[in-house]
């Protein structure tokens, strides 16, 4: 009984006020466009790059399972997996000094970590 009660209140103040216009009028924020590049200076990617081309999914599902976030890029008709963006190159180092004793203790062989600049938006 008490719920059904509660239901009836809920309902009828739901109803209230309405057709009423409010004519008070919300601040609204100030939009600042600036690029984050120009913040932040440039910024850095770690690329992740197996052996042979199918084993792109392979790659990026083994650094997934091991909270590594990537993102597969294509450029050129090629699949790049790339870590990042970093905000500064001691910051991608850091990361790739992490990915690669992950793939040491996984016994991954013939993967290659380059630390990139990552490319200026356009």
């Known amino acids: ?22 004519d008070a009028q919300k601040p609204k924020p100030a939009v600042v466009s ?12 770690l ?11 392979d790659l990026s599902g083994w650094l997934i399972e ?6 597969v890029v294509m450029e050129n008709g090629k699949a790049r997996i790339l870590i990042g963006p970093f905000n500064s190159k001691a910051e991608a180092e850091a990361k790739q000094a992490e990915v ?7 016994k991954k062989q013939n993967i290659q970590l380059l630390v990139l600049e990552h490319p200026a938006a356009q």
Request: charged letters at 15%.
């Open 34 to 45: 600036i690029s984050a590049a120009a913040i932040t200076g440039p910024q850095w990617d």
């Open 1 to 22: 009984m008490r719920k059904m009660v509660l239901v009836i209140a809920v309902l009828a103040l739901a109803g209230c006020g309405e057709g009423k216009s409010v």
């Open 100 to 106: 690669d004793a992950a793939l040491v203790r996984a």
């Open 66 to 71: 091991h909270s590594f976030v990537s993102n």
């Open 47 to 57: 690329e992740v790059r197996g052996e042979t081309t199918q084993a792109v999914s």
